[in-house]
């Protein structure tokens, strides 16, 4: 099992209350745990993920443990990205810290030496595309640490 406090003990990161975290892939089951640590650890939230549905779900079930917005975007799609980054630090005021916690499986039956060139495609659009436009030049200087799970 995933334990999202001691994975971000062993990255080095050192929360400090108040500070805005941003994690992208907040819908999933990693990124919705490190989300509630962040939270507990006095964090606010930003979460991201392309699917709105989700979100308001993970916001409901943390709302009580601290102040979680959510921001539906998809990572692949720079201008997204540009925007949704942009409206972030509009709304939460800055963003500190940049948590990466997004991935897919287009199809878990299929072994990955069988994948499609347009499902590897897609893949590698979240694990490389998704990861470097939010943490590159995309991403505000004024951040304190990028943190990826994978």
Known sequence: MFR??????????????????????????????????????????????????????????????GRIEIFPFDIVVEDAVRAGLTEIKSRMGRIDYLVYAAGIQPDQDTPLAQYTTQAWLETLGVYCTGFSWPSGKSFPSSTKGVISWR
């Open 4 to 65: 999202a406090s001691r994975h971000l003990t062993e990255q080095g990161l050192q929360i400090q209350a108040d500070h805005v975290a941003t994690v992208i892939g907040a819908s999933g089951s990693i990124g919705s745990q490190l989300s509630a640590t962040l939270l507990k650890s006095g964090c606010r939230v930003a979460a991201v993920a392309r699917r709105q549905g989700r979100l308001e779900l993970v916001r409901q079930s943390l709302t009580s443990t």
